[in-house]
């Protein structure tokens, strides 16, 4: 069974841009949830997903923002890039059981 | 507003010890506590995770002890290997909400 698959692995971006992520679940998992993790902030939720709609949000501005598609599959998009948004972002799924399985994660770089 | 709190930040073990890191929660409505380990440049991996109804739960060398009337739960570590040395995160969650404590370094040394 394929695990949580994050693409793409490393990016860069410019100061003010906007980036999307994407996320595709492990195969019957209806719920994504995506998370931000910095040396100084530690693990930090973001939202969760399931069956295409936004179930939990945690207390990040409105720059960040998500979707998940029919197929479970997940974007997670953040606008008007700051230098501060340089992270390690992981997403996560969960079938019936609230276990979760974490991707490897994206790592953005801002500059 | 930190939900869970976890220590000790760093922890240094000789191989064979045991390692011991401790959470503790505030909102009693979390239902689910998990433990995840993390290496460098790699996701969060699922060691192990107890619901509040039970006080431990064993797999194999690890074992989640819960103590639900003092919202602290923990993990033990027997006979710790190298290469246990990782991040270990404790983490608490209501419906996929889960909110993960600062992590702990754990160095085990040969």
């Known amino acids: 069974k394929a695990g949580v698959t994050q693409t793409p692995r490393y990016l860069i971006k410019t100061r003010g841009q906007q980036v999307t992520l994407s996320c595709s679940p492990i195969?019957?998992?209806?719920?994504v949830s995506w998370y931000q993790q910095t040396p100084g902030q530690g693990l930090q939720f973001l939202f969760e997903?399931?069956?295409?709609?936004?179930?939990n949000k945690g207390n990040f501005p409105g720059r960040f923002s998500g979707r998940q598609f029919s197929n479970s599959r997940s974007e997670m998009n953040v606008s008007t890039l700051e230098l501060g948004d340089s992270a390690l972002y992981l997403c996560?799924?969960?079938?019936?059981?609230?276990?979760?399985?974490f991707g490897q994660g994206t790592r953005l770089t801002v500059v | 507003q930190q939900q869970v709190k976890q220590s000790p930040q760093s922890l240094i073990v000789q191989k064979g010890g045991i390692s011991i890191i401790n959470c503790a929660y505030e909102?009693?409505?979390?239902?689910?506590f998990p433990w995840y380990q993390q290496f460098p440049g790699k996701g969060p991996a699922l060691l192990i995770a107890?619901?509040?109804?039970?006080s431990e739960k064993k797999e194999g060398r690890f074992t989640i002890s819960f103590n639900k009337s003092a919202k602290q739960f923990s993990l033990h570590i027997m006979d710790s290997q190298p290469g246990d040395s990782a991040t270990y995160f404790c983490?608490?969650?209501?419906?996929?909400?889960?909110?993960f404590g600062a992590g702990t370094r754990l160095t085990v040394k040969p």
């Open positions: 996560a799924s969960s079938g019936q059981n609230t276990e979760a399985f």
């Open positions: 195969s019957g998992h209806r719920s």
């Open positions: 997903y399931f069956s295409e709609t936004q179930r």
């Open positions: 909102n009693t409505a979390f239902d689910y």
């Open positions: 107890i619901r509040p109804d039970v």
């Open positions: 983490a608490a969650s209501k419906n996929n909400d889960m909110r």
